[in-house]
């Protein structure tokens, strides 16, 4: 064998072993989040907010937290989805395609998907400071709105731009205006990968601790206002694994784990919607 | 019930009525102005956050001169001491110890996978790593605690210490395994799936005509890939690490788990250290009757910010020339 197949097979093994390596580790992390978890969950932590004491292993459960971090999400979510639904229809068939106005709007969204959490949320809470806003569901899904915005500008421009432009010049052949073309034709070409979008952003959304940190602020009960501060899963995890008793450690591995699934759920979820949706879509 | 009683109702019937007069041209006019209004946002905000922190951070700025402030050498806000040197060596060191830990793995898969890979193999291992991107940081911090820290402390620590612990640089004087290599290795993992994907799609970018005039002189794909791919793809390569630094840099939670938070100038992997981030979220939204308090901490997130904008437009701008469009 001459060297440079020595060399070859050297390094396809080097690669093999990284990538494995990537996989392996996410495979570690699942079961070392599935290991510590599993053996703290029970039906109290669903259903139950903290009781007295919880924090030093009383009876209780993170539904607070639950249903915190989907109240967070959920309206972050729905208003980034106001703004980059039109954004991205905007980008992605109003313009032209090489439009300088359309790449400085793409650089802006890429540094806001930059931007650490924790600047949000620094950000966020300096501007509620100075409108008297207390740190509140409200804030919260402010910020995420925020957050998410970018993540999901920029999936849903991506996948727009991938739609064949025939369709679009059919739809504007036959009369229509740009605006009943990308509602009516765009929308519905693309409405898999806009799912895949808004999920994206809603996972980003509610696996997000720090930029919640000071803007929801976290209660034991379930908030019935935008006004009162709401609970998130997150950070569920970070107090009660800040704690020094390892009755409230172990739920901390439990939240981590609720967290983990619901991640996988939505992620395990989006593919499954956008195979589904797809059968409208014209190939 | 009778809806037209509100005027809320009143006025939406009324809003409707004249969108109904409006003509399709005339809605298509309105809809577009509207949308490019809209895109002015993202710019807007980016703005405004930058100012909004610059306004914050002022105060400190206008007490104490910029260099002392990122030199300071001590953090004692009772005293009025802001000194921010610490954590912004310790943010630098972990981010380094990340990289060089997450590159070479990093660009050994995304080769594998845009060059050797079955089209199965890469199916499987694209969601898998969109998974792995998606894990929440407060996860990432629970696995770095449970895993890393004690794996640290119990194999990496001794080992190190026994054959290397005479360079300084890997010398261990911190045994609770809490440390910049346990945050090293938790944002190693955590930025695999971003510098992998750019990596990926730089690599795959290449045009195929470059490997079949390589490939027909006789070159084994490897060296194809050492002498026609990769030389192409360097500015990508790098503008791909850029970001994934920049990613690091702003990791808060999973870092302040694993990290150690002691405000010291770290001098080997073992030692604990403090980030900008974890700064920011240990001690932001308490304690701010202190004066300049608040000021500083927003001064270490403005840092952060324009860090990220620096590192963010310089590596866009490079990889918009890879790939005819950006990656984020």
């Given at each position: 064998?001459?060297?440079?197949?020595?060399?070859?097979?050297?390094?396809?093994?080097?690669?093999?072993?990284?990538?494995?390596?990537?996989?392996?580790?996410?495979?570690?992390?699942?079961?070392?989040?599935?290991a510590?978890?599993?053996?703290?969950?029970?039906?109290?932590?669903?259903?139950?907010t903290?009781?007295?004491?919880?924090?030093?292993?009383?009876?209780?459960?993170?539904?607070?937290?639950?249903?915190?971090?989907?109240?967070?999400?959920?309206?972050?979510?729905?208003?980034?989805?106001?703004?980059?639904?039109?954004?991205?229809?905007y980008?992605?068939?109003?313009?032209?395609?090489?439009?300088?106005?359309?790449?400085?709007?793409?650089?802006?969204?890429?540094?806001?998907?930059?931007?650490?959490?924790?600047?949000?949320?620094?950000?966020?809470?300096?501007?509620?400071?100075?409108?008297?806003?207390?740190?509140?569901?409200?804030?919260?899904?402010?910020?995420?709105?925020?957050?998410?915005?970018?993540?999901?500008?920029?999936a849903?421009?991506?996948?727009?731009?991938m739609?064949?432009?025939?369709?679009?010049?059919?739809a504007?052949?036959?009369?229509?205006?740009?605006?009943?073309?990308?509602?009516?034709?765009?929308?519905?070409?693309?409405?898999?990968?806009?799912t895949?979008?808004?999920?994206?952003?809603?996972?980003?959304?509610?696996?997000?601790?720090?930029?919640?940190?000071?803007?929801?602020?976290?209660?034991?009960r379930?908030?019935?206002?935008?006004f009162?501060?709401?609970a998130?899963?997150?950070?569920?995890?970070?107090?009660?694994?800040?704690?020094?008793?390892?009755?409230?450690?172990?739920?901390?591995?439990?939240?981590?784990?609720?967290?983990?699934?619901?991640?996988?759920?939505?992620s395990?979820?989006?593919?499954?919607?956008?195979?589904?949706?797809?059968?409208?879509?014209?190939? | 019930?009778?809806p037209?009683?509100?005027?809320?109702?009143t006025?939406?019937?009324?809003?409707?009525?004249?969108?109904?007069r409006?003509?399709?041209?005339?809605?298509?006019?309105?809809?577009?102005?509207?949308?490019?209004?809209?895109?002015?946002?993202?710019?807007?905000?980016?703005?405004?956050?930058?100012?909004?922190?610059?306004?914050?951070?002022?105060?400190?700025?206008?007490?104490?001169?910029?260099?002392?402030?990122?030199?300071?050498?001590?953090?004692?806000?009772?005293?009025?001491?802001?000194?921010?040197?610490?954590?912004?060596?310790?943010?630098?060191?972990?981010?380094?110890?990340?990289?060089?830990?997450?590159?070479?793995?990093?660009?050994?898969?995304?080769?594998?996978?845009?060059?050797?890979?079955?089209?199965?193999?890469?199916?499987?291992?694209?969601?898998?790593?969109?998974?792995?991107?998606?894990?929440?940081?407060?996860v990432?911090?629970?696995?770095?605690?449970?895993a890393?820290?004690?794996?640290?402390?119990?194999?990496?620590?001794?080992?190190?210490?026994?054959?290397?612990?005479?360079?300084?640089?890997?010398?261990?004087?911190?045994?609770?395994?809490?440390?910049?290599?346990?945050?090293?290795?938790?944002?190693?993992?955590?930025?695999?799936?971003?510098?992998?994907?750019?990596?990926?799609?730089?690599?795959?970018?290449?045009?195929?005509?470059?490997?079949?005039?390589?490939?027909?002189?006789?070159?084994?794909?490897?060296?194809?890939i050492?002498?026609?791919?990769?030389?192409?793809?360097?500015?990508?390569?790098?503008?791909?690490?850029?970001?994934?630094?920049?990613?690091?840099?702003?990791?808060?939670?999973?870092?302040?788990?694993?990290?150690?938070?002691?405000?010291?100038?770290?001098?080997?992997?073992?030692?604990?250290?403090?980030?900008?981030?974890?700064?920011?979220?240990?001690?932001y939204?308490?304690?701010?009757?202190?004066?300049?308090?608040?000021?500083?901490?927003?001064?270490?997130?403005?840092?952060?910010?324009?860090?990220?904008?620096?590192?963010?437009?310089?590596?866009?701008?490079?990889l918009?020339?890879?790939?005819?469009?950006e990656?984020?």
């Amino acid at each position: 064998m001459k060297r440079r197949h020595i060399e070859e097979s050297i390094f396809k093994a080097l690669m093999i072993g990284s990538s494995g390596l990537v996989v392996g580790s996410l495979g570690l992390i699942l079961l070392t989040v599935i290991a510590k978890g599993a053996p703290a969950l029970n039906l109290a932590m669903f259903t139950q907010t903290p009781k007295g004491g919880y924090y030093l292993g009383k009876e209780g459960g993170i539904l607070n937290a639950i249903v915190g971090s989907l109240y967070l999400a959920g309206g972050g979510t729905a208003l980034a989805l106001l703004l980059s639904l039109p954004m991205a229809l905007y980008l992605g068939s109003y313009v032209r395609r090489r439009s300088r106005w359309a790449s400085i709007v793409r650089l802006a969204l890429d540094v806001l998907w930059g931007i650490p959490s924790i600047v949000y949320g620094a950000f966020g809470f300096t501007i509620m400071a100075a409108l008297g806003i207390r740190a509140s569901l409200l804030g919260g899904i402010l910020v995420l709105a925020l957050l998410e915005l970018p993540i999901m500008t920029r999936a849903m421009d991506e996948i727009i731009r991938m739609m064949p432009s025939e369709l679009e010049q059919a739809a504007l052949a036959l009369g229509a205006t740009r605006l009943e073309t990308t509602l009516h034709i765009v929308t519905r070409q693309t409405l898999p990968g806009l799912t895949t979008a808004i999920l994206l952003a809603f996972g980003r959304g509610i696996g997000d601790a720090a930029s919640v940190l000071f803007t929801a602020g976290y209660t034991d009960r379930i908030p019935t206002s935008l006004f009162q501060p709401a609970a998130s899963l997150p950070l569920a995890v970070f107090f009660q694994l800040g704690t020094p008793f390892p009755e409230v450690q172990q739920r901390g591995y439990a939240a981590a784990l609720v967290l983990t699934v619901l991640i996988l759920f939505v992620s395990f979820g989006s593919r499954w919607l956008s195979a589904r949706l797809g059968r409208y879509a014209i190939r | 019930m009778e809806p037209e009683n509100t005027p809320l109702a009143t006025w939406l019937t009324r809003f409707q009525i004249h969108l109904l007069r409006l003509s399709r041209q005339n809605k298509d006019r309105w809809a577009g102005k509207m949308f490019l209004g809209m895109t002015t946002l993202p710019l807007v905000l980016v703005i405004v956050m930058f100012v909004a922190l610059l306004i914050r951070a002022w105060p400190i700025l206008q007490a104490k001169p910029l260099w002392a402030l990122l030199t300071g050498q001590t953090w004692r806000p009772l005293r009025g001491e802001f000194g921010l040197y610490p954590f912004i060596m310790g943010t630098l060191w972990v981010t380094a110890v990340a990289m060089a830990l997450a590159v070479p793995p990093c660009l050994l898969s995304a080769i594998y996978l845009a060059e050797y890979a079955r089209p199965l193999t890469r199916t499987i291992v694209k969601p898998l790593l969109d998974l792995l991107a998606g894990i929440p940081s407060v996860v990432y911090g629970v696995w770095g605690v449970v895993a890393i820290v004690p794996w640290v402390k119990d194999f990496l620590a001794p080992t190190f210490d026994k054959y290397l612990g005479f360079i300084p640089f890997f010398a261990v004087d911190n045994p609770t395994g809490f440390g910049i290599l346990a945050g090293g290795i938790v944002l190693a993992v955590m930025v695999a799936p971003f510098v992998i994907a750019i990596t990926y799609e730089v690599v795959r970018s290449v045009p195929d005509g470059l490997r079949e005039a390589s490939l027909a002189v006789g070159a084994t794909r490897w060296q194809t890939i050492k002498y026609a791919v990769l030389p192409q793809t360097l500015p990508g390569i790098i503008a791909g690490i850029v970001l994934g630094s920049s990613r690091a840099l702003g990791e808060t939670m999973a870092v302040l788990m694993v990290v150690g938070n002691v405000a010291r100038v770290p001098s080997s992997i073992f030692d604990p250290a403090y980030p900008l981030t974890a700064l920011i979220a240990n001690n932001y939204g308490e304690m701010l009757s202190i004066p300049l308090y608040d000021s500083a901490l927003l001064l270490a997130a403005l840092m952060l910010l324009g860090m990220e904008m620096v590192f963010n437009g310089i590596s866009t701008l490079i990889l918009h020339r890879f790939t005819g469009r950006e990656i984020a």
